[in-house]
């Protein structure tokens, strides 16, 4: 954050452009980004308005925002070690924290929707627990309100909790007869209001999205048992269920990971005979609800991402903590969990040691920035600009073209447009399929050699054409992506 250089990927390009969408329109946000699992199904905005208030402060610089990120990552912190301290001790609490401080860190310059999870995990657990534990119905309004937040920061980590939580909490409402509990998922309709304004509002397409997926009639990521591969999915998936936890704790080192999970398998066997009632409900329920979440994703053939799950780090973390606090001999623990923690940390550090001061490295907000900077520092009158990136959505530019612009308001930008000075911004693509050239002459419609060329580090460069009057009558391929239309 000192240096100014957080990530700005797609995603979190996406997500400032929302953000000034919300401002320039002056329209509430009903949805937030796409869901990548299901085609029609999104995100909710909540993950945007906690972010807005610092990007109205900052006037719309990621720098700003980013440092904010900095709070959430601290409060995540707080809730961590809180959490582990009211269910086990303050040890658990302090080493849990650190596990999470240690092999997390790292991500604080590239937040995006999936962190608001990753905040709010520990308190659903914690609730969870304690609904179980006492059967006071003001446990369970929280943890459901709270796991319907969790829903809106990220559907792939939450929907699935919700599924598998349903069945204990059902469990001990008929156990306790308390059945007047069962009414409490009503407080879902709370956080999840934006979704049914939404779908309410255009003819009930998420909705609709949903039950074409159910039905078949939508196959992207539905699981076929008659796959030719489907052993070979099954074997893909149970390895990711076994080193994908463990991979988050040890920066995705395979070696660290195969110790990790066969020490950690030696202190559960030796701690679960003998467990306290006070951590049962610790040591069953987090792998319930972590092996759970493998099974359930069983009927998605997509890829899982990491940041769908990411929201379990906390989690198991406390579980880890707890597991360790419990050994007889501590000295040997702590010997361990402190080697363990140094060698993450150093893979952890590697690749920011290996910058060697370059602060305006590829694929970040400075990068992109500094492209914006050239356009405007170089032109001399209102031009237009078009984009071509390999996913085609070209976000990070052309969020730092829209951020230049409220600096650089002498000349005006006419993004996708063709003007006597137009530029095209190009990140070439190694994939055979896509090219920039063809981009260039049958999408943009220009087919001559540029004025100008501006070549940066990361092998992208800036064209600079001078068009003439019939050459800029050409129309542009309508069908160029220039919106956020696909989120």
């Known amino acids: 954050?000192?240096?100014?250089?957080?990530?700005?990927?797609?995603?979190?390009?996406?997500?400032?452009?929302?953000?000034?969408?919300?401002?320039?329109?002056?329209?509430?946000?009903?949805?937030?980004?796409?869901?990548?699992?299901?085609?029609?199904?999104?995100?909710?905005?909540?993950?945007?308005?906690?972010?807005?208030?610092?990007?109205?402060?900052?006037?719309?610089?990621?720098?700003?925002?980013?440092?904010?990120?900095?709070?959430?990552f601290i409060l995540s912190l707080c809730v961590t070690y809180w959490v582990g301290k009211k269910l086990v001790s303050k040890d658990v609490g302090?080493?849990?924290?650190?596990?999470?401080?240690?092999?997390?860190?790292?991500s604080i310059s590239s937040l995006f929707n999936p962190f608001g999870a990753f905040i709010l995990s520990p308190f659903f657990f914690f609730l969870f627990v304690r609904y179980l534990q006492k059967q006071k119905v003001k446990y369970l309004l929280l943890c459901l309100f709270i796991l319907g937040l969790i829903i809106q920061f990220q559907m792939a980590f939450g929907v699935p909790i919700l599924v598998l939580a349903s069945i204990p909490l059902l469990r001990s409402i008929i156990k306790s007869k308390k059945y007047l509990h069962i009414l409490t998922p009503l407080i879902l309709l709370i956080p999840l209001s934006t979704f049914i304004l939404f779908d309410l509002r255009h003819q009930f397409l998420q909705t609709t999205s949903v039950m074409n997926y159910v039905r078949g009639v939508e196959n992207m990521g539905k699981l076929k048992v008659s796959d030719v591969n489907f052993l070979l999915f099954i074997y893909s998936r149970v390895k990711e269920m076994t080193f994908?936890?463990?991979?988050?704790?040890?920066?995705?080192?395979?070696?660290?990971?195969?110790?990790?999970?066969?020490?950690?398998?030696?202190?559960?066997?030796?701690?679960?005979?003998?467990?306290?009632?006070?951590?049962?409900?610790?040591?069953f329920y987090i792998p319930y609800f972590y092996i759970g979440y493998w099974i359930i994703t069983l009927v998605f053939k997509g890829t899982i991402w990491s940041y769908y799950y990411w929201p379990f780090f906390p989690i198991l973390a406390i579980f880890f903590a707890t597991l360790f606090h419990r050994q007889s001999n501590k000295y040997l623990t702590y010997l361990l969990i402190t080697i363990f923690i140094f060698i993450n940390g150093f893979f952890?550090?590697?690749?920011?040691?290996?910058?060697?001061?370059?602060?305006?490295?590829?694929?970040?907000?400075?990068?992109?920035?500094?492209?914006?900077?050239?356009?405007?520092?170089?032109?001399?009158?209102?031009?237009?600009?078009?984009?071509?990136?390999?996913?085609?959505?070209?976000?990070?530019?052309r969020y730092a073209m829209n951020y230049g612009q409220k600096l650089y308001s002498k000349n005006k930008a006419y993004p996708y447009q063709k003007k006597q000075t137009t530029y095209l911004i190009i990140f070439p693509s190694t994939n055979p399929y896509t090219s920039e050239h063809w981009w260039k002459k049958n999408q943009v419609k220009i087919d001559q050699n540029p004025d100008k060329v501006f070549k940066f580090s990361d092998g992208s460069y800036i064209e600079k054409y001078v068009l003439s009057d019939e050459e800029q009558k050409i129309q542009s391929d309508q069908n160029l992506i220039n919106n956020l239309i696909f989120r």
């Open 1 to 72: 954050m000192i240096r100014g250089s957080i990530i700005f990927h797609t995603d979190i390009a996406r997500d400032f452009l929302l953000m000034e969408d919300i401002l320039i329109s002056k329209k509430p946000a009903l949805i937030g980004p796409r869901s990548g699992g299901i085609s029609g199904v999104f995100h909710g905005p909540l993950w945007l308005y906690i972010n807005l208030p610092a990007y109205i402060i900052g006037q719309g610089n990621p720098v700003v925002v980013g440092w904010f990120w900095v709070f959430l």
């Open 94 to 106: 302090l080493t849990s924290v650190l596990f999470v401080a240690i092999s997390t860190s790292g």
């Open 244 to 283: 994908s936890g463990i991979g988050m704790f040890t920066s995705g080192n395979v070696f660290i990971s195969i110790f990790a999970l066969l020490l950690i398998l030696f202190f559960f066997i030796r701690v679960f005979p003998r467990k306290q009632n006070k951590l049962k409900d610790i040591l």
């Open 348 to 397: 952890s550090l590697k690749s920011i040691i290996s910058e060697k001061g370059n602060y305006i490295r590829t694929g970040s907000w400075l990068f992109y920035f500094s492209q914006a900077k050239t356009i405007y520092q170089d032109t001399k009158e209102d031009f237009g600009y078009y984009i071509y990136t390999a996913d085609q959505y070209g976000y990070s530019s």
